[in-house]
Every structure is written in C-alpha cells, then in structure tokens.
C-alpha cells in the first residue's frame, strides 16, 4: 500500500463526512430528512454528498488495488 494512496483516501473520506454534515445541516428535521432521501426536491448538497461518495470510492479501489 502506498503512502501517497492512503494519504488520499483519508482527504477524500473527511471531504466526503463533511459533504454529508453540510446536507444533514441543512435537512435537520427527521421529517424533512425522510421527504429528501425519498426522491423529493433535492438541493446542492445532495450532489455534493453523491459527488463526493464517487471520488471516496474512485480512491478507495486504487488503494484496494494498490496502485
């Protein structure tokens, strides 16, 4: 495992907590919360949370291939 990959994943894993804090932030109330995980209006964070998620996983399959 390369130093350079794990140093990666970490900075994409705490950009990734932080996507998903600023969403939950923004959607505090359960009933809110439900409305959009259940498809309905989303907002910036949404993107932001799935947009980060992607990158998490791009890096996490380097490391787990040790590239």
Excluded: P, W
């Excluded at 109330?29 to 996983?57: H, K, N, P």
């Excluded at 890096?59 to 040790?66: A, E, F, W």
């Amino acid at each position: 495992m390369k130093k350079d990959n794990v140093l990666e994943a970490m900075t994409e894993a705490r950009r990734f907590i932080n996507r998903c804090e600023e969403y939950l932030d923004r959607h505090h109330s359960d009933q809110a919360f439900r409305y959009y995980v259940d498809g309905g209006l989303g907002y910036a964070e949404t993107g932001a949370v799935r947009r980060a998620s992607m990158d998490l996983t791009r890096v996490l399959t380097k490391l787990r291939r040790n590239q």
